[in-house]
């Protein structure tokens, strides 16, 4: 999503910060493509350029659902935003799930 710090809960209970590199949302991506990952959250900020289909080269095909929370006020953004989990050459169409 382009966060740069996220919250860490640790096992006794504490919280720690922990800083995020543009090099982890990468690998993020590449663990959910791979199928290691089973939820990917993205937003137009860290999603520019990116798919996440069920691509027939990917080794995780299975069927992606997005669920789609607070679109914005902009349409083009938001199919865009739908676009990276529909393209061609996928094996599975995903199912959307606008979330109100």
Known sequence: TGRSKRLINQSDGQQRLETRSPRTNQSETDQFMD?????????????TGR???????????????????EP????????????R?????QANTPLFRPVT
């Open 35 to 47: 199928g290691r990952k089973p939820i990917l959250v993205f937003s137009d900020a860290g999603g």
């Open 51 to 69: 798919s996440y289909h069920a691509s027939l080269d990917a080794a995780f095909q299975k069927r992606r659902i997005h669920f789609l929370l």
């Open 72 to 83: 914005g006020w902009r349409a083009d953004r938001a199919i865009q935003g739908l676009g």
């Open 85 to 89: 989990t529909h393209r061609t050459h």
